[in-house]
């Protein structure tokens, strides 16, 4: 009795490596270093993975016959007609599945924006003037104990600015979820996540709202933000407003200097 080797055709065993070096990634720095590894350095390692396998499976014309070879016989051999046009629909109907799914937006804001936010800088220059950042102050926060009526009729004035430009994004329950952002990547903040304004002052999102995303600094990368200016297109005192209506609708309170 002859003995038969199983021989795996080379073109799955470089799928195989390649699988099991993406497997490893995974392992290491999610299960090892209890770390998540950012999707571009995981892409960009395995791109260098994938070619650096390739390379040396074709690194002689006999293995590099040998890899083809499965994919040739599939193309050319007439008896594999049926095979051969099952896996042309599957294949661009799968690459079009995961084009699509990952291009559809996630409600879950990057982790990074959930743990710290893009350093201001020191001044602003808007409506013609600067500002200090770190003494500035929303002129209407005093009416809240001084007079809680003119406060209110101010919060309100405030969600009136909200509804009309800014819902469209956020969301009429500033969650995030408005009739937009399913178009924006990544998507609006959700206000009502302690991660977000609940954690700064409110000459933050002076600066923030008034510069919109152009206002971001390059330092703040990965940091991206479809807002527009709104300083072109509202006044200082609709923005201070709407600040106030912010933390009203969420029940947070601004941090402050006192309690830094």
């Known amino acids: 009795m002859s003995d038969t080797k199983l021989k795996i055709p080379r073109l799955l065993q470089a799928i195989l490596v390649i699988i099991g070096i993406y497997l490893g990634f995974i392992l290491v720095f999610d299960v090892v270093l209890g770390q998540l590894i950012p999707a571009s350095l995981l892409t960009m390692y395995m791109f260098f993975v994938v070619a650096g396998v390739f390379m040396v499976f074709t690194f002689t014309e006999e293995s590099a016959q040998e890899l083809v070879a499965p994919i040739k016989s599939l193309v050319d051999d007439p008896g594999r007609k049926t095979v051969r046009n099952i896996v042309f629909v599957i294949v661009p109907l799968l690459a079009g599945a995961a084009t699509y799914y990952k291009m559809l937006p996630s409600f879950d804001a990057p982790v990074e924006l959930r743990t710290i936010h893009p350093a201001p800088p020191s001044s602003l220059k808007a409506f013609g003037k600067r500002y200090d950042l770190l003494s500035l102050e929303n002129p209407y926060r005093k009416f809240e104990k001084e ?76 940091w991206i933000s479809s807002m527009p200016v709104w300083q072109d297109f509202l006044s200082e005192e609709e923005i201070w407003k709407v600040i106030l209506y912010l933390y009203d609708y969420t029940g947070y309170q601004p941090r402050s200097w006192e309690h830094e």
């Open 147 to 222: 007079d809680p009526e003119k406060f209110e009729q101010l919060v309100r004035e405030g969600g009136d600015v909200y509804i009309r430009n800014c819902q469209y994004c956020h969301g009429d329950k500033l969650d995030g979820k408005g009739p937009y952002a399913q178009g924006l990547n990544p998507v609006p903040l959700n206000f009502t996540d302690v991660g977000t304004i609940a954690q700064l002052q409110e000459s933050f999102l002076f600066w923030r709202i008034a510069t919109g995303g152009p206002g971001l600094p390059k330092e703040a990368t990965p």
